[in-house]
């Protein structure tokens, strides 16, 4: 769960967030001037956009740098000697998988 919010909601949050906390000091800076901050000129459109614009940078940075080198090779889950073995990458030079193997 904690990966979620760390992958695609705090991205999708944190300008809203920064901008809600600049305005709250400016809104007392307002209170005490006698002037009045209007919550209504919130530009929606532009955090939406830097929301979604932030959340696309966190996924490609994930997809690049994250997870097994593209030339691994995958074995999936199998059945040895009654026991299932769990999937795993492995490197192609150290050993090359039974069910790559050419006969």
């Keep these: 769960m904690i990966r979620i919010f760390f992958t695609y909601l705090l991205p999708l949050l944190l300008p809203t967030a920064i901008y809600f906390m600049f305005m709250l000091p400016a809104q007392r800076r307002a209170k005490a001037h006698d002037k009045e901050v209007s919550w209504k000129k919130t530009p929606w459109l532009l955090l939406v956009g830097a ?6 940078l966190t996924l490609g940075m994930l997809a690049l ?11 999936p889950p199998h059945m040895e000697n009654g026991h299932i073995m769990p999937s795993e990458f492995s490197d192609p030079a150290e050993s090359t998988p039974p069910s790559v193997r050419k006969k």
């Design 51 to 56: 929301g979604v614009a932030l959340l696309c």
């Design 65 to 75: 740098h994250d997870g097994e080198p593209p030339w691994s090779l995958y074995t």
